[in-house]
């Protein structure tokens, strides 16, 4: 079964970015999909963008549109998140899911914390 791995979490001000990244194994690309969950504090998972392996198509939720953007990497096998302008109502755990919408066949990475603080 394919594993996802999330990794760049970290504290960062309002205003500024950061990068996670997603490192696959397995026949990622046998799932189609993959895609950027968060979870805040208190907060429901909720999905952020998505990314269709055949064709290179993105998704995004209203609420990180025009400041996330998903991307691949197809050398190093990842899957990455690049967040700007971020401010303290995205702090959350960030997951990796595959594939996005998440299914029953798919994974979730373990998550990695992002914290936006001044």
């Known amino acids: 079964q394919v594993q996802v791995a999330e990794s760049g979490g970290g504290l960062v001000q309002p205003g500024g970015s950061l990068s996670l990244s997603c490192a696959t194994s397995?026949?990622?690309?046998?799932?189609?999909?993959i895609g950027w969950f968060r979870q805040g504090p208190g907060k429901e998972r909720k999905g952020l963008a998505c990314?269709?392996?055949?064709?290179?198509?993105?998704n995004y939720a209203d609420s990180v549109k025009g400041r996330f953007t998903i991307s691949r990497d197809n050398a190093k096998n990842t899957v990455s998140l690049q967040m700007n302008s971020l401010k303290p109502e995205d702090t959350a755990v960030y997951y990796c899911t595959i594939p996005c919408p998440p299914s029953r066949r798919g994974s979730w990475g373990q998550g990695t914390q992002v914290t936006v603080s001044s």
């Open positions: 397995g026949s990622a690309v046998d799932y189609g999909s």
């Open positions: 990314f269709t392996f055949s064709d290179g198509s993105t």
